[in-house]
């Protein structure tokens, strides 16, 4: 085909492909032909039956009761982060200065709010059941309506409380991306068996999920075509990386994996439940602490918590030149409620707050963080040939091949194994580890499967983003792609725009890095080819859903129907 007729159909091919990325907070979803998605709140609010239950997810992580032990911990925390500032140097080599919090929170005390108009609006009104995204925010919490976010800490957000269950979940997802489908990208529902999808899924995943999921785009919202990609291998293609070590701050997560040639080492990724809503969360304890003149503001209030975030969007920061108080104003716009004026100031909290990230004992203030590492399969009916089943029968299969041999010697011979071999025979210990190694060279060796154990946790069981980049490189299999990983360190999603934190991460490594990789040029790339983070792995999908290569990957709704899960061992861009 000559090119300009292959770049036109490539054209006509990337505007029927949709690419959604579902994030804790946003929404990201757009024809890869687009230069950018849409953004919008991944939230829907649905009108309360009458006697229903009322359930409001809040727009920030919540916070958790402040107990004595909880406080103590986080002003140690903050104490040790002021005077590891106190000793860095400014760019021309003078030593930071800090204005006392209390000196701070007397200015503040005096301050008034001024109104500056009589009313901020008014709330919505709908005239259906449903409102979905950044609308959700103008409903008065007196109206007869429940409000969901289908993801939360980076994954489906499935609980036992109203509206929690799978099927709601999906059915949550549903109404939001068919909603952006005819509202924003309009197009008509009925058309979409003409249009494929690419589904961002978390690196760490769920197979349950991911087949609902699945099920959910081929058969109830009825695309004519779909794949899944793991986020972070979605984030090496936006920057345009062959190779990275990724880390991913979102609004709720933080995860970090390395990546090489389009795969996710699997030992290398872990998720930490901490993200922009913590930082967020932690700067208002912070400002609380210099007497923050909103007095009535409250985070469970959906308007609090977006002014919240706004101010440590616009106020934080990680840079080192910017020493003592400093005044700032903001504004307080409510439906009904008159629109006021602060000024405030703040001080070395618009740095301390970003630093969390690195001291998550400060994000105490929103609970206990829990790390995940990717689960072994669980295994499922209809798929018997998994991984699980594969490791069970090569083991029996061998077991008198290895017998005559000292323990993990055999290792290397167990490559060609295949299913299908005597089952019979029973499971002599110590045999585990040797076969599971064969399977997936990359399965952590010794511990059990599926915990945390070989990520070592800090104080608290929390692992700061620098401990969890050092420890996901050493999970590589190799010297040469540790190496490689050093040199490479990607950040994507939007938790961590703070000017400055880049080189902070880069400081923190490099002091950390084990001796024989110090030569390596540490290389963190916060801004990947001037491309926002938050779109780097939208950007990615988008991309890589045109190429030749990926033509391959689609799965198609007879297809799902007929096989079903076992597809995706077959079609998935990783590791089924
Ligand atoms: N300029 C900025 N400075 C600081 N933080 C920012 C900035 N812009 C966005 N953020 C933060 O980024 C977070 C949202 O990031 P992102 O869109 O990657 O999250 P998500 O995909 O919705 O969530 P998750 O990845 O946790 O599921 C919010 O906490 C927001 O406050």
Request: with cysteine.
């Given at each position: 085909?000559?090119?300009?007729?292959?770049?036109?159909?490539?054209?006509?091919?990337?505007?029927?492909?949709?690419?959604?990325?579902?994030?804790?907070?946003?929404?990201?979803?757009?024809r890869a032909s687009d230069l950018n998605p849409h953004t919008l709140l991944h939230v829907v609010a649905r009108r309360r039956l009458p006697s229903g239950a009322l359930h409001h997810d809040t727009f920030l992580p919540q916070q958790v009761p402040k107990t004595k032990e909880l406080v103590q911990g986080m002003e140690d925390s903050r104490l040790q982060v002021s005077h590891t500032l106190q000793s860095c140097l400014q760019s021309d080599g003078r030593r930071r200065y800090a204005t006392p919090p209390q000196q701070i929170a007397a200015f503040n005390r005096r301050s008034s709010p001024e109104v500056i108009s009589s009313s901020g609006g008014e709330w919505i009104k709908p005239d259906g059941d449903v409102v979905v995204g950044d609308e959700v925010l103008y409903l008065n919490a007196g109206q007869d309506f429940n409000i969901h976010f289908p993801y939360q800490r980076g994954d489906l957000y499935v609980h036992s409380g109203p509206g929690g269950s799978i099927t709601a979940v999906l059915a949550n997802l549903e109404t939001i991306w068919t909603w952006a489908i005819r509202h924003r990208l309009e197009i008509p529902l009925r058309d979409l068996r003409h249009y494929k999808a690419v589904l961002i899924v978390p690196d760490i995943y769920n197979r349950q999920y991911l087949k609902e999921l699945t099920t959910l785009l081929l058969c109830k919202i009825g695309f004519g075509g779909c794949f899944l990609l793991q986020d972070h291998v979605a984030a090496t293609f936006g920057a345009g990386l062959g190779y990275a070590c990724v880390v991913d701050v979102g609004d709720q997560k933080t995860s970090v994996s390395c990546v090489e040639d389009g795969i996710s080492h699997r030992n290398t990724r872990v998720r930490m439940e901490y993200?922009?809503?913590?930082?967020?969360q932690t700067f208002y304890w912070l400002l609380q602490k210099c007497a923050f003149p909103y007095k009535t503001c409250n985070p469970d209030n959906k308007l609090d918590a977006m002014l919240l975030k706004s101010l440590?969007?616009?106020?934080?920061?990680?840079?080192?030149?910017?020493?003592?108080?400093?005044?700032?104003?903001?504004?307080?716009?409510?439906?009904?409620?008159?629109?006021?004026?602060?000024?405030?100031?703040?001080?070395?909290?618009?740095?301390?707050?970003?630093?969390?990230?690195?001291q998550p004992e400060l994000f105490g203030v929103t609970g206990p963080k829990l790390v995940h590492i990717q689960q072994r399969a669980s295994g499922d009916p209809e798929d018997p040939h998994d991984e699980n089943y594969l490791r069970e029968t090569s083991r029996r299969g061998m077991k008198e091949s290895l017998e005559p041999l000292a323990g993990g010697l055999a290792v290397g011979d167990l490559d060609g194994l295949t299913p299908g071999l005597d089952c019979s025979g029973g499971v002599v210990p110590g045999e585990e580890d040797i076969v599971v190694d064969a399977i997936d060279s990359t399965a952590p060796s010794g511990g059990r499967e599926g915990d945390a154990k070989e990520f070592v946790l800090g104080p608290e069981q929390a692992l700061g983003l620098d401990q969890a980049v050092l420890q996901s490189i050493d999970r590589c299999p190799t010297e040469d792609l540790k190496r490689k990983m050093y040199g490479c360190i990607l950040v994507v999603g939007g938790g961590m725009k703070f000017i400055g934190i880049g080189t902070w991460l880069?400081?923190?490594?490099?002091?950390?890095?084990?001796?024989?990789y110090r030569a390596e040029q540490l290389d963190i790339i916060t801004m990947p080819k001037e491309m926002d983070p938050q779109m780097t792995a939208w950007k990615g999908a988008a991309i890589m859903s045109c190429l030749e290569s990926a033509q391959e990957l689609w799965i198609y709704p007879v297809e799902w129907e007929k096989v079903g899960v076992k597809i995706l061992r077959e079609r998935a861009p990783f590791m089924w």
């Open positions: 085909m000559p090119a300009f007729q292959e770049s036109c159909a490539e054209q006509i091919q990337a505007q029927t492909i949709i690419v959604i990325h579902p994030g804790s907070l946003y929404l990201r979803i757009g993200g922009g809503g913590d930082i967020t440590k969007e616009s106020f934080c920061h990680v840079n080192l030149d910017i020493c003592g108080s400093q005044e700032k104003t903001f504004v307080v716009r409510q439906p009904k409620t008159p629109t006021s004026k602060f000024t405030l100031q703040v001080g070395d909290e618009c740095i301390v707050a970003p630093l969390s990230l690195f880069q400081n923190r490594i490099s002091l950390q890095i084990p001796y024989m």
